[in-house]
C-alpha cells in the first residue's frame, strides 16, 4: 500500500497514523494480540502468540490480505487484517476481519480509524464483502462494526470453550 492515512489522537498531543504493517512492527502487533488472548474480550484463541507465530502469520499476508497498523508516538496502538476466509476459490472475493486495539486504546475511536482505510482497501483489491466473527458481548465492537455498515447473519451457539464455560459468536459482514 503506497499511501498513508494520518488522524488525530485522542490524546491531542500524538498524531496518529493508519499505515501498512511491517516486519518491525511484529514485537507490537504480537503483544497487542496476545492482549485480547489474556483478556477474553474478542477472540476465542486461547495460547499466546510467539514470535515464531506472529512471522508466520506476517509472511502469509501479502497485497491480497493487507496488514494495516495505527502508529501514535512511535509505537503501534492497534492493527487490522484482511485474512484468508476460506482457501476455496469460490471464496477468493470473501475477506475475513481481524483488528485488535491496544487495551488504553480501546474506547476512543481507534477501530473506526483502522477501518475507514481498510473498507475501500478491500474494495480496491476486489473483495465483494467482509466477514467478521464477535463476541455478542463485546459490546464496543458490536457498536463498531454496526457503525461501519456490517450487518448481523447469525449466531453460533457454543462455538468456542473459554475458561471452562461455552461462549456464542455472532456472525457479521459488509457487501461492498
Aim: glycine share 8%; net charge positive; charged share 20%.
Amino acid at each position: 500500500m503506497a499511501c498513508t492515512f494520518t488522524y488525530p489522537s485522542p490524546t491531542p498531543v500524538i498524531e496518529l497514523q493508519v499505515r501498512a504493517a511491517r516486519f518491525a512492527d511484529l514485537p507490537l502487533i504480537q503483544d497487542i494480540h496476545n492482549q485480547g488472548i489474556i483478556d477474553r474480550v474478542a477472540t476465542l484463541d486461547t495460547e499466546l502468540r510467539t514470535m515464531v507465530d506472529t512471522q508466520l502469520w506476517f509472511q502469509r499476508h501479502g497485497p491480497r490480505h493487507p496488514i494495516l497498523v495505527a502508529e501514535a508516538g512511535g509505537s503501534i496502538a492497534g492493527w487490522a487484517s484482511l485474512n484468508t476466509f476460506n482457501v476455496r476459490p469460490a471464496y477468493q472475493y470473501v475477506a475475513d476481519l481481524s483488528i485488535y486495539l491496544a487495551g488504553p486504546w480501546r474506547g476512543k475511536g481507534l477501530g473506526a480509524r483502522l477501518l475507514a482505510p481498510l473498507i475501500p482497501l478491500a474494495r480496491e483489491i476486489d473483495y465483494h464483502k467482509i466477514v467478521l466473527s464477535a463476541f455478542p458481548t463485546n459490546t464496543a465492537g458490536m457498536r463498531l462494526y454496526t457503525r461501519q455498515g456490517f450487518t448481523t447473519v447469525g449466531i453460533y451457539k457454543e462455538m468456542g470453550l473459554l475458561d471452562g464455560r461455552w461462549v456464542d459468536t455472532i456472525l457479521m459482514e459488509k457487501l461492498l
